[in-house]
């Protein structure tokens, strides 16, 4: 059940709980005089995500802390936001307060923190229960939220929501398990999603995608029982469209890694290996109500990569979509295959920009850990603009190379190129591979969502298992989007 996001004048009585979300120097200054006689004793100084909580006559009464209003961003308002969802999930209605930081001491627009609280909230109280027989969903169906009730107050609510409901149906795709979410399943969930929400879908099938040259994916797929997807989607803004941009999604739905198989403890999480698929497909989702004026086109190739008695072997040769061809030297390195028939699909478009995400490499995952996407691209002004859009969607991202001298590590003797190239480097040789498949002067960027896609623990605004990263990011890049690109 969606939350019903509301602006109120004052917190509405009703509300089970008031909350309140204040910064240390409110904390310091004694909540303006109004410091309540039970918080002199308390541990609390309104650090970012600190809770306290106390009873009243009426009401649970509580202050969540977003820290010191120097360094206060729209992040921290967001994590703010996520414990509450957490912490008063289960709860009905709820009433939050941001007067303490809607103030011109900081660089904050009301809507902006607005749109972060309403993200946050939803996000944190996101569970995936589709396989718990006693799973309790949150009973949150009601929040208001304090300030003048203008159209841009509610907008932002509204928007955030809208957001926030695409990141989570991301997560949903990403911790349906493998074996239920297969390449058919994905296509047609997402397929009538989108086509709900305005999309126009097409549905690539087995034969579409044989007639369609598409021999990167057919190769990934040939170990498999069933059959591979292409899912395209388009949306075409209200006022005829100068540009389009497109978005590339990895879509598999579980890498065993082929015949080069994968050992068992990599083996465990890899149904989120379709993570950016899903990322895209998600936020496409989200486009008619975010509404921005660029034509959108997404690709998302989706198969697994199994081990059936036809596998694709280690040297054997795949062609893909625009002629290139690619000697198969590890099955592992799939992602790179499906996505080079994706991107040549994508250059046809001649679009202004393309991005594609991708759960691409373990090596990136280590080079930068469980937070942050590696990001590469052609170029820099479309890569600058992906560093702004993650930098307003509180998602992290961090430029890596694409070095043209290490080309040489993916030479092939019998192809035009081997799909691996040494052990070292990894994530800036898959970005080169990826490369190859985009046409000559098409600005296009690559992040590589390994690390970010999956979470290991519980933390303010991700739950255990599918994050939705690049969901936001997404959004926000549509939004903003102004080519041309210099
Ligand atoms: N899906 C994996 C990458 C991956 C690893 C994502 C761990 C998330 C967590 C990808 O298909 C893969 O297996 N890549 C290989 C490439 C190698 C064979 C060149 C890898 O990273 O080991
Ligand atoms: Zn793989
Ligand atoms: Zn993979």
């Known amino acids: 059940m969606p939350i019903n996001f509301r602006t109120a004048r004052v917190l509405p009585k009703r509300a089970k709980t008031h909350i309140w979300i204040v910064t240390t120097e409110a904390v310091a200054e004694g909540l303006e005089q109004q410091q309540p006689q039970v918080l002199q004793n308390a541990d609390f100084q309104g650090k970012a995500e600190q809770v306290f909580v106390w009873p009243s006559e009426s009401q649970m009464l509580a202050l969540v802390g977003v820290g010191s209003q120097n360094d206060l961003d729209t992040q921290k308002i967001r994590r703010a936001g996520a414990v509450i969802g957490r912490k008063f999930g289960n709860q009905t209605w709820i009433g939050v307060d941001l007067s303490f930081i809607d103030t011109k001491d900081n660089n904050l627009n009301h809507a902006a923190s607005r749109q972060a609280l309403v993200e946050g909230i939803a996000l944190g109280s996101y569970k995936f229960l589709a396989y718990k027989s006693e799973g309790k969903p949150a009973k949150l169906n009601r929040v208001d939220v304090v300030g003048s009730p203008n159209e841009a107050n509610q907008d932002a609510l509204e928007f955030g929501c809208a957001v926030a409901d695409a990141q989570m149906l991301a997560r949903d795709f990403v911790n349906e398990p493998g074996g239920s979410l297969t390449a058919p399943v994905f296509a047609d969930r997402a397929a009538s999603i989108a086509g709900e ?75 989120y290996d379709m993570a950016g698929g899903a990322a895209v497909v998600a936020a496409m989702t989200a486009m008619p109500k975010v509404a921005p004026s660029t034509r959108l086109r997404a690709f998302v190739p989706m198969t697994d990569n199994m ?20 000697e198969v030297r590890n099955t592992d390195a799939e992602g790179r295959l499906v996505l080079a028939d994706a991107l040549s699909l994508a250059s046809e478009e001649k679009p202004a920009a393309i991005v594609d995400l991708a759960t691409l490499t373990g090596a990136c995952g280590v080079a930068l850990g469980p937070k942050i996407a590696g990001l590469m691209g052609n170029n820099d002004a479309w890569v600058a603009a992906i560093e702004r859009a993650a930098a307003t969607s509180g998602e992290r991202v961090w430029h890596l190379p694409l070095p043209a001298d290490y080309a040489k590590q993916f030479e092939s003797a019998v192809a035009d190129m081997s799909n691996i190239g040494g052990p070292r480097g990894g994530a800036l040789i898959a970005g080169l591979i990826l490369q190859e498949f985009v046409a000559e002067g098409i600005p296009w960027a690559h992040l590589d969502i390994a690390g970010p896609a999956w979470s290991e623990n519980e933390e303010a605004d991700s739950s255990k298992g599918g994050t939705g990263f690049g969901v936001r990011l997404l959004i926000e890049l549509a939004k903003k989007f102004e080519p041309p690109l210099s």
């Not at 040769?317 to 625009?322: F, G, P, Y």
């Open 307 to 326: 081990l059936g008695g036809d596998a694709t072997r280690p040297g054997d040769v795949l062609t893909i979509r625009n002629g290139k061809t690619i």
């Open 197 to 271: 929400r305005g999309l126009a879908v097409k549905v690539w099938e087995e034969t579409d995608i044989v007639e369609g040259a598409l021999g990167g994916l057919l190769g990934v797929n040939r170990g498999s029982t069933l059959p591979p997807r292409l899912l395209e989607l388009t949306y075409e803004p209200d006022q005829p469209a100068q540009h389009t941009l497109v978005l590339v999604g990895k879509g598999i739905v579980f890498d065993a890694g082929g015949l080069s198989i994968k050992p068992a403890q990599s083996m465990m999480t890899m149904k």
